[in-house]
């Protein structure tokens, strides 16, 4: 099939049959200048108050931050980029596309980008700053590198782009994946695979117990970011809280912890009816599948949680949405090494330190977790993603020796 | 522009704030001097004086006054 008789739309950018698979090497300064004017123009948009995860990815597109990501680089090797890189982006995080066009572009890439069929508002701002910007001279040259298309499922179009990229950067889970991946590709084009993850928090009572009221503030808006701004919906928000501590302690700071994040749920917008309903089904469900030792709505309903004794191995199966959390105590972490497999990704943490957790993982060969962070940073993508170092695998190696 | 002039912009521009409001001025002060307004005057101030802001003084940077004190360190006289 030719490019120029494709069905697509086109959002931003050249079209797809103007666009030429040159490359540039990792950090270019063309790559940085486009995308800090970028985060210049996003950050000085009105939409930001409304849409934080576009002032997030504007300030992650920030100039500074660029230039120290481009200075911790490993230049042991002269590198390029791979040539074309075809991403699909996810339809679950709307600021998604933007990051991974960037990781594309930043490794040296031509970018093909294409955008989920949901209509996100944060997409239409994110993709009209960048129009502005690539029609511009002096962004030229990434403008012929660059375009951002739509169009609903079409197998033989994801085929045929497919067949001319040098790099795949597969989001949208198992499913997604396993199917694109079945399409033919050239001989060397590497796939980069967001499959199906999950995710979990481990607290420690003390610390909650004892915060004062501004660390704990700090601690409830990060665990409501890490959760709400995505709806549960992103793989790094946990679905799981691992409590540590004695009984009295955890029983004092599970009061604590889910009374003020419900105290901050009732200052924002009440949640569609549909979730309320969904969450419950869910509930009676898990009661059925897991039988668990406590099962709890709030208040307001907007939080969900079930306590279980034990973990059976594939909790993940059971994650909810919405703001519906399963719940245990874990002292010495054997539960979490039970249940840990490839498909839990970001493990967020109060009131202890993380090398616990980074020594749990390696010292026993655990196979998953590729993320322990702080409560509150569970949904900053950055560069090193899902287990990828990302530059790295999208750009290749010229070895001279 | 003096420095003081360029500090104040970024001020003005990010929270359309007046010049008289600025003295006092301190985060969660105003409504637009939230998480995402922080993030949007760090990054103006970033790019206005073309540094690199250690992650400790964006947490610190705590107000109008404080910040002048914190662009010491960056070799940014703004008064």
């Known amino acids: 099939m030719k490019l120029a008789s494709l069905s697509v739309e086109l959002l931003a950018g050249s079209s797809l049959h103007e666009i030429e698979a040159q490359t540039l090497p990792p950090y270019s300064e063309e790559a940085i200048r486009f995308l800090a004017e970028v985060s210049s123009r996003l ?53 998604n596309f933007a990051f991974s066009f960037a990781f594309g572009l930043l ?24 129009q502005e910007l690539l029609e511009l001279e002096k962004h030229a040259r990434i403008r012929h590198m660059t375009s951002f ?18 790099a795949r950067i597969i989001w949208g889970g198992d499913a997604t994946v396993n199917r694109i991946r079945m399409m033919k590709t050239k001989a060397r084009c590497v796939d980069v695979c967001f499959a199906d993850r999950y995710s979990v928090s481990l607290l420690r009572a003390d610390a909650i117990c004892d915060a004062g009221a501004e660390s704990f503030t700090r601690l409830i808006v990060g665990f409501y ?35 003020g994040l419900e105290e901050l749920l009732d200052t924002k917008s009440p949640e569609p009816g549909i979730h309320s309903l969904d969450k419950f089904t869910h509930l009676c469900r898990t009661a059925i599948w897991l039988q668990p030792i406590n099962q709890n709505r709030s208040q307001s309903g907007r939080i969900y949680r079930v306590e279980l004794e034990q973990l059976p191995v594939g909790i993940e199966n059971f994650r909810g949405q919405h703001g519906f959390f399963f719940e245990t105590t874990d002292n010495d972490l054997q539960k979490l090494s039970t249940i840990l497999n490839t498909r839990y990704q970001t493990l967020t943490y109060y009131g202890l330190d993380p090398q616990i957790i980074t020594r749990l993982v390696v010292d026993n060969d655990l196979q998953g977790l590729d993320r322990v962070v702080p409560v509150g940073m569970a949904l900053d993508i950055s560069i090193v993603w899902d287990g990828y170092d990302l530059i790295t695998t999208l750009s290749r190696v010229i070895q001279t020796v | 522009m003096s420095n003081l ?43 206005n004086f073309q540094i690199e802001l250690d992650i400790d003084d964006i947490i610190e940077f705590s107000s109008y006054e404080y910040g002048k004190e914190i662009l010491q360190k960056y070799k940014v006289d703004v008064d």
Request: net charge neutral; hydrophobic share 40%; with cysteine.
């Open chain 1, 43 to 95: 950050l000085k948009s009105p939409n930001i108050r409304e849409y934080p995860d576009i002032a997030g990815f504007g300030y992650w597109c920030r100039r500074a931050n660029l230039s120290k990501l481009a200075l911790a680089f490993d230049k042991n090797y002269a590198r390029l980029g791979r040539g074309l890189a075809f991403h699909i982006a996810p339809a679950n995080v709307p600021v």
């Open chain 1, 107 to 130: 490794a040296g890439n031509a970018n093909i980008v294409r955008l989920s069929s949901t209509n996100h508002p944060q997409a239409t701002v994110i993709l009209r700053a960048m």
């Open chain 1, 149 to 166: 298309v739509r169009y609903p499922r079409d197998d033989k179009i994801t085929n045929t782009l497919s067949e001319i990229s040098d």
């Open chain 1, 225 to 259: 970011n890490d959760v709400f701004l995505l709806d549960q919906n992103a793989c790094s928000s946990p679905h799981l809280v691992l409590w540590q501590g004695d009984k009295e302690r955890i029983c004092s700071a599970k009061y604590r912890f889910w009374r």
């Open chain 2, 5 to 47: 002039e360029i500090y104040q912009q970024a001020f003005k521009e990010t929270f359309m704030v007046d010049e008289e409001k600025l003295a006092d001025l301190k985060y969660q002060d105003i409504p637009e001097w939230d998480s995402v307004g922080h993030m949007a005057l760090m990054a103006a101030l970033e790019e």
